[in-house]
């Protein structure tokens, strides 16, 4: 979570010492708690209906922190690690944002103005439960495991999203799994849902464009909203 600082939050930022005390130390400190559980504005889209907390994700299945709509981009395909680490697939580990890794600007050689930083994911929106996302971290593995209570509970999904489903999905249309569906883009917007460019430009994307999601999907970088996902692919993205 590198964002506060920019959105006059430095004294959270600071108080909670990111990036060197984790996410189970700040829950469990009874004077820290209540920053992660604070609701912060410029996390929310106005037209979502979900709690100031969410109690979807939670932190070691008891702790509520802020709800967050707009979500790191992890890249094309399903969520990834970094490069090295065994669950890494290299041909889709292509997104802003991934544990343990700094990305510059100059990584981003498809362009700033043509690659997604963040994507937006509703509460509930036509009568699916998206979950949103959480603020200021996630509690868990890279990939979720059955193990977590609710599955949720951990992983990048509470924090991250993906080029991996449609937008707008309807639930469990990628079979019986508990977290598929939520990882794409999602709104309570007609038609489609916001990102966030790196050159700091708000788009809103039609739910209609081309992408392919989990039932079409190859695992390649092969739609306009993968090439959007990605950082890095040198393919020639078009109109969007």
């Known amino acids: ?4 600082p920019y959105i006059e939050q430095s004294a959270a930022y600071n108080t909670l010492d990111i990036g060197r005390k984790n996410f189970t130390a700040v829950v469990t400190d009874p004077s820290l708690l ?8 410029a996390f929310r889209c106005a037209s979502d209906v979900g709690p100031p907390r969410n109690n979807f994700y939670l932190v070691h299945a008891l ?9 790191a981009s992890n890249g094309s395909w399903a969520f990834r690690a970094p490069l090295g680490d065994p669950g890494a697939v290299s041909s889709t580990n292509n997104g802003m944002f991934r544990q343990n890794v700094a990305t510059r600007f100059r990584d981003l050689t498809d362009g700033t ?14 009568s699916v439960d998206y979950s949103a996302g959480l603020v200021w971290g996630m509690y868990g593995s890279v990939v979720l495991r059955t193990t977590y209570t609710p599955p949720e509970a951990g992983g990048y999904v509470s924090i991250m999203t993906t080029a991996f489903g449609d937008m707008n999905p309807p639930r469990n249309v990628y079979g019986n799994s508990t977290d598929y569906y939520r990882r794409g883009l999602s709104s309570n917007h007609s038609g489609g849902a916001h990102v966030v460019l790196a050159d700091g430009a708000v788009r809103f994307l039609s739910e209609n464009m081309d ?18 996902f990605g950082m890095n692919d040198g393919q020639v993205l078009g109109e969007f």
């Open 1 to 4: 979570m590198t964002g506060p």
């Open 63 to 71: 702790y509520e922190t802020a709800t967050s709509n707009y979500l």
């Open 34 to 41: 209540p920053i992660v559980q604070a609701p912060m504005a």
């Open 211 to 228: 992408q392919n999601g989990w039932s079409g999907g190859t695992g390649l970088v092969d739609s306009t909203l993968d090439r959007l």
């Open 113 to 126: 103005s043509n690659t997604i930083a963040l994507g937006e994911r509703a509460w509930k929106a036509r």
